[in-house]
């Protein structure tokens, strides 16, 4: 057993012998090939070199211009990824302007404390009330619309204004209008919020917009509770008579929504009910 582990031994210490010679070898034959190559690399550029000193003076405004149009070039690049961020900015804050800065947020409450007073879960569907709604709202801003279009937008395509003025100019129909429609009480609150004293405040160009959309938005939704409520009074007294007239006929385990949710149906188809509600609403605006 000793003798076979001595043997073993031998052949490790030979196996490694070996491999360290190898490596010895490899590093002697590389060194050679890398300082003749490093000897021919110095030799050209050396020449290299000599060429291009006697063309410097003609190499050197062309690379010059080069770098000029280079920078150039990033920073036209760098000019139109932000007009493009700032598109898409615009792009992604639209529909909330749409929405929180017109008369789309009182429409579309009022049409569904219609649904809800007649007792329909999801009918008209939810799209059908947005989409009404969306079409309504165009209808009511058509002249702000056309106004911001003839003032900021037609002119900053022709290059008569600067996007500043265009902006300044674009807002003023949509601060008339919300100044027409925001009760003094919300934008009081708003106003003692922000700090700002009504000694300050000549006049309505004063009052920022940042102030201004917030009292606008609950005074929307302050006129649309008040018109759900007066739209709830008719279908209220039908739930009553239907309820008191089972309970008379001693009907309890029937549930009075089956049976007055005919009538309701029956008493806004016959009334118009469509025609009155989405009139009077519009007219809310004028």
Not at 14 to 34: D, E, G, R
Not at 119 to 132: D, H, K, S
Not at 164 to 184: D, H, S, V, W, Y
Not at 207 to 230: C, D, N, Y
């Amino acid at each position: 057993m000793k003798t076979e582990g001595k043997k073993q031994q031998k052949r490790v210490i030979k196996y490694i012998s070996l491999l360290v010679l190898m490596c010895l070898l490899t590093f002697i034959c590389a060194t050679p090939v890398s300082a003749t190559a490093t000897n021919r690399t110095t030799s050209s550029a050396k020449k290299s070199n000599n060429s291009n000193e006697q063309d410097s003076t003609l190499v050197d405004e062309p690379d010059a211009f080069q770098l000029n149009i280079s920078s150039n070039a990033g920073s036209s690049n760098l000019s139109a990824s932000l007009q493009i961020l700032l598109m898409l900015t615009v792009l992604s804050i639209a529909p909330s302007i749409l929405i929180m800065v017109t008369s789309f947020t009182r429409i579309v409450i009022v049409l569904h404390f219609v649904r809800t007073a007649l007792g329909l879960q999801t009918t008209p569907p939810n799209q059908v009330l947005i989409g009404l709604s969306l079409f309504l709202t165009f209808f009511i801003m058509s002249p702000v619309f056309s106004q911001i279009n003839t003032d900021a937008i037609q002119p900053l395509s022709k290059g008569e204004i600067t996007q500043e003025e265009a902006m300044e100019a674009g807002i003023k129909p949509l601060r008339t209008f919300m100044f027409k429609q925001t009760n003094t009480k919300d934008l009081k609150l708003f106003l003692e919020i922000a700090d700002i004293p009504s000694e300050d405040l000549k006049n309505e160009e004063d009052i920022p917009t940042t102030t201004l959309i917030p009292a606008f938005i609950i005074s929307e939704m302050r006129k649309a509770f008040v018109i759900g409520f007066v739209i709830y009074l008719p279908f209220i007294v039908i739930d009553m008579v239907v309820s008191s007239t089972l309970m008379s006929m001693g009907m309890m385990m029937l549930p009075p929504t089956t049976i007055s949710l005919p009538f309701k149906i029956l008493l806004f188809v016959l009334a118009d009910g469509w025609n009155l509600i989405i009139g009077e609403l519009v007219k809310t605006f004028y």
